[in-house]
């Protein structure tokens, strides 16, 4: 029965897929063309379903694996099973969904913080330092700002895309989240110059960090 339900689902997902919409998302470096609306109405109409999801991972779809995160139960992954994830997730989407809606839900996910941050994969780093984001501005206790903004500072100008957007996320969050390193990360950010000319939209925050982190402390309540 479920795998039927698996296959009824790759049915409904590719009439599901807009070619226009596959183009854009490949040139984001993403392999699918279903709207996330639509994808978010079939999660909210199955509900969670862990082991459904599991199956749904294992088509290693990328629509598919979209729609497993959105109805698992995060809890119920071992550390190693969300650690084979996170390498099997080579597209941006699946990957930031991973992270964002399972592993920041997961009670290892500061072992795999750590454990991330220090990977020699690029792409495997920058979940760590997405993961450190979450500490930063959520339970900053026992964290080493000081020595963040020392990797930061000797490692983000030069750091390949992915990991670069993520260290600069951090170094963002930290300026914003802590007013006695806030110098210190405007200091570095104006002198890296990392994301400096990035293409904002109108009504959009720059990522570039002294803008980012500058506006953010603007908008907080005095």
Not at 44 to 68: I, V, Y
Request: aromatic fraction near 4%; hydrophobic fraction near 40%; glycine fraction near 4%.
């Amino acid at each position: 029965m479920a795998e039927t339900t698996v296959t009824e689902l790759l049915a409904e997902l590719a009439a599901l897929d807009d070619p226009k919409a596959r183009a854009i998302n490949e040139r984001h470096g993403d392999d699918h063309g279903v709207n996330l609306g639509a994808l978010r109405a079939i999660a909210k109409r199955l509900k969670t379903q862990q082991h459904l999801a599991r199956e749904l991972w294992a088509t290693g779809d990328g629509a598919a694996r979209l729609l497993a995160l959105l109805i698992c139960r995060p809890r119920a992954f071992e550390r190693d099973e969300l650690d084979a994830m996170l390498r099997e997730s080579r597209t941006p989407k699946v990957h930031d969904w991973l992270v964002n809606y399972v592993v920041k839900k997961s009670p290892h996910a500061e072992s795999l913080r750590v454990a991330w941050t220090a990977d020699p994969d690029p792409v495997v780093a920058s979940a760590g330092w997405a993961l450190t984001v979450e500490r930063v501005a959520k339970k900053p206790d026992g964290l080493d700002l000081d020595g963040l903004l020392d990797v930061i500072d000797a490692r983000m100008k030069d750091a390949p895309d992915r990991l670069q957007w993520a260290m600069n996320h951090c170094l963002a969050q930290i300026g914003i989240s802590h007013p006695d390193r806030r110098a210190r990360a405007l200091e570095i950010g104006e002198r890296l110059e990392v994301l400096k000319d990035y293409p904002t939209p109108p009504n959009c925050t720059s990522p570039y960090a002294p803008i980012w982190i500058t506006e953010m402390v603007r908008r907080r309540p005095t």
